[in-house]
């Protein structure tokens, strides 16, 4: 049995090393960049990826906190948006709301 050669090892373990590194720099890389896609593209993308995977080695929540922060201030007004009624009889858009009355938006769960 060869005796066991540090120096030998060490270029090939920080070759290894290296490889893992940019792997995973390059997993985070594409996480974050489908996070910042629409939900329906970011939902099709983690579909794809076995979830445990993405939460234990990514900094899921922080990453994601940061991909959809946005940019509103205090006092901004709300972005316009159109959502469908929940029976689904029409879709009721924000700009013509706030043109009738004042509108108080309420973003919550009541689970």
Same mark, same amino acid.
Request: proline content about 8%; hydrophobic content about 55%; charged content about 15%.
């Given at each position: 049995?060869?005796?066991?050669?540090?120096?030998?090892?060490?270029?090939?373990? &920080?070759?290894?090393?290296? $490889?893992? &590194?940019?792997?995973?720099?390059?997993? /985070?890389? #594409?996480?974050?960049?489908?996070? +910042?896609?629409?939900?329906?593209? #970011?939902? +099709? /993308?983690?579909?794809?990826?076995?979830?445990? $995977? $993405?939460?234990?080695?990514?900094?899921?929540?922080?990453?994601?906190?940061?991909?959809?922060?946005?940019? &509103?201030? /205090?006092?901004?007004?709300?972005?316009?948006?159109? &959502? $469908?009624?929940?029976?689904? !009889?029409?879709?009721?858009?924000? !700009? !013509?709301?706030?043109?009738?009355?004042?509108? /108080?938006?309420? #973003?919550? !769960?009541?689970?």
């Amino acid at each position: 049995m060869a005796a066991f050669d540090m120096g030998r090892m060490k270029p090939l373990l &920080l070759r290894i090393f290296l $490889v893992l &590194l940019i792997a995973y720099v390059g997993f /985070v890389g #594409f996480v974050l960049w489908a996070m +910042r896609q629409p939900p329906e593209q #970011f939902g +099709r /993308v983690m579909a794809k990826m076995p979830a445990p $995977v $993405v939460f234990l080695l990514a900094p899921f929540e922080t990453m994601w906190t940061h991909a959809r922060a946005g940019n &509103l201030n /205090v006092g901004d007004p709300a972005p316009d948006f159109d &959502l $469908v009624k929940l029976d689904k !009889s029409a879709n009721v858009q924000l !700009s !013509s709301l706030t043109a009738q009355q004042p509108v /108080v938006l309420v #973003f919550g !769960s009541y689970t």
